[in-house]
């Protein structure tokens, strides 16, 4: 979880005037309440409802600057899913009730109703960027409600004079669908009943599902928070049921990796919820070790049959607090070892459990898809621990997120690196031919592009093309669910910026924020798709121009252009 930063890197990351900028360009403009409220009082006592931008957040207190517009009309390939926003803003107090129904085309053919839905969208309390990492108090920071949650098991609430009501509408476009031009209704009941207009054009081309997709996102799991705010028993089957649709519709976004702690507290609770190891380690009273897998099995069991099956990602050797919990038979009581990563202690204690462990992934059919991974670790801990796994086995695979060093690149099966780093051309191209993984990640250090409750939504599209366009593999974020005291209420943290612990709520219930990270990584897919078909092709024209985009999309770019401008530019260019 990356946050305990040296002086050096922290200057690494320190925030320009430049980024100031960009905020700036991404922010709604300052206003007064005395203007606000000129504003709400130019509806005389009215409501208005309309589509808006999905790439927006619209404060819940003033009247959104924007067109009125009855109508929406979204491209889809097929298989895809597309998403638009709508608004309901009223100076009088109104009860609101949203439905839909099937999209068809002319020739009778339809996306089931059950393929679109339509929830109210809540409001969370947010803070701002500042020096990003490091201990916050909130009366230190500017805070303020934005909308994020997005609950598409509510349809109809309570509007308040003055108050903005946005919704958010979501269609799975089935992979079977005939191209063509569908057309439906999302029916508004308020002050009246408003019909608006939702035409989708679908394209003959084929998005593959999720399963099959080539980027690899990785967001970390964290079950104990799912047993904290389900008030169930940790690892028990109510919570094992609890964690099922969250890890179903995580699977559905594209995840690949699963999240496993092989020690107690590998990020040195840094987080709200304990983090507990899944294996338990005991030292006998002969001096051997023994290791209960049961609970590991189960959860990786688990947490496959849910779709997420490709990776497992075992936290760490080398954790943020090199401070190992074991039970001892001797003292009758856990202990705990601290020697010096890479020292012959350190070894002698790990040696048991790697020899064990590999014996157990093997028998399971997991050694191959399973690492030991590391997380932003100095170069002498990764040489170390690097050592002692390969001379375990050599097939042993190695996942580090952090910064690039070219010394140990090669032995890194799957590499994750900081956005101020990039992969020299010809190490991704080689890592690529050796079939090792090389992706990227941001965290609390980078103001953007990121996934913040302020951030701006569209950043998490532009971070698929950006992906594309570095020739990497995919994208990890911490974390999916690390919830913080009252999630669904306030997304502060006590040394964060709000948001940064999670990407969607307690229910589950998704986000402007998760649903635009889909949006990204289905782009990258159709990026993929259409440059190896250009190739085949030989459609050379086509081909460059989408080289062409791709090369606007660097970071210092979003310092004067908007992640929200620079993606809609280019999207015309994968659906045509």
């Known amino acids: 979880m990356r946050y305990v930063l040296t002086t050096a890197l922290l200057f690494t990351f320190c925030m320009s005037t430049a980024q100031d900028v ?17 504003r709400w009082q130019t509806l005389r006592g009215g409501v208005r409802v309309g589509f808006l931008n999905s790439n927006k957040r619209y404060p819940q207190d003033r009247v959104p600057e924007t067109m009125l517009k009855s109508y929406e009309t979204l491209v889809a390939w097929k298989g895809e899913r597309i998403h638009t926003q709508l608004g309901i803003w009223s100076a009088k107090a109104v009860t609101v009730e949203a439905t839909t129904g099937a999209i068809r085309s002319k020739t009778g053919v339809e996306i089931p109703a059950a393929n679109v839905q339509v929830g109210l969208m809540g409001y969370v309390m947010t803070d701002e960027f500042r020096n990003g990492c490091g201990h916050r ?12 949650a997005i609950h598409f098991e509510k349809q109809s609430g309570a509007l308040q004079p003055n108050q903005v009501q946005p919704l958010w509408v979501s269609i799975d476009v089935p992979a079977t669908a005939q191209a ?40 970390w799991q964290h079950p104990a928070a799912v047993a904290r705010v389900h008030n169930v028993p940790l690892w028990s089957d109510a919570h094992f049921e609890q964690m099922r649709p969250y890890y179903t519709m995580l699977a559905k976004a594209g995840q690949k990796f699963i999240t496993a702690s092989i020690v107690n507290e590998p990020w040195g609770h840094q987080t709200y919820d304990d983090y507990p190891s899944l294996i338990k380690w005991t030292r006998k009273k002969d001096g051997n070790w023994s290791f209960d897998y049961s609970l590991f099995d189960k959860y990786i069991d688990f947490v496959m049959s849910t779709g997420i099956d490709q990776r497992i ?35 002698a204690f790990w040696t048991p459990m790697l020899k064990d462990f590999t014996s157990h992934l093997k028998a399971k059919g997991w050694f191959g898809k399973t690492t030991i991974a590391m997380d932003e670790r100095p170069m002498d801990a990764m040489k170390a621990v690097i050592r002692l796994l390969k001379g375990i086995d050599k097939d042993w695979k190695i996942a580090l997120a952090g910064e690039y060093h ?144 791709l090369s606007a999309f660097e970071i210092k770019n979003l310092e004067r252009q908007s992640a929200a401008d620079m993606v809609s530019k280019v999207k015309p260019l994968i659906n045509q």
């Open 180 to 219: 063509g031009s569908y057309e439906g209704m999302i029916t508004i009941k308020a002050d009246k009943e408003y019909r608006l207009r939702l035409t989708v054009k679908v394209l003959d081309k084929i998005l593959p599902p999720a399963s099959q997709w080539a980027f690899h996102l990785d967001l």
């Open 313 to 347: 990602n075992c936290y760490s050797m080398v954790p943020w607090k090199v401070a190992f919990r074991y039970y001892d038979e001797n003292l009758g009581q856990d202990t705990v070892f601290t020697g010096k990563i890479g020292s012959d202690e350190y070894n």
């Open 137 to 148: 108090k909130p009366e230190d920071f500017d805070s303020s409600l934005v909308a994020d």
């Open 22 to 38: 960009s905020l700036a360009l991404q922010k709604e403009s300052p206003m007064t309440a005395a203007e606000k409220d000129a």
């Open 406 to 549: 070219a010394e140990i690149e090669k032995d890194i099966d799957d590499y994750c690196i900081a956005s101020a780093h990039q992969f020299p051309a010809d190490v991704l191209a080689a890592r690529a031919q050796r079939g090792q993984l090389s992706t990227w990640y941001t965290c609390c250090t980078e103001k953007y592009p990121n996934g913040f409750t302020f951030s701006p939504p569209a950043e998490h599209v532009w971070i698929g093309w950006y992906t594309a366009a570095k020739n990497m593999q995919g994208y990890l974020r911490w974390a999916y669910n690390s919830w913080v005291a009252d999630p669904v209420n306030d997304s502060r943290f006590r040394t964060w910026p709000a948001g940064d612990t999670y990407q969607v709520y307690p229910g589950p219930v998704t986000s402007i924020r998760f649903e635009k990270m889909i949006e990204g990584v289905q782009d990258f897919e159709k990026l993929r798709i259409l440059k190896k078909q250009y190739k085949e092709s030989g459609n050379a024209v086509k081909l460059k121009q989408l080289e062409s985009a």
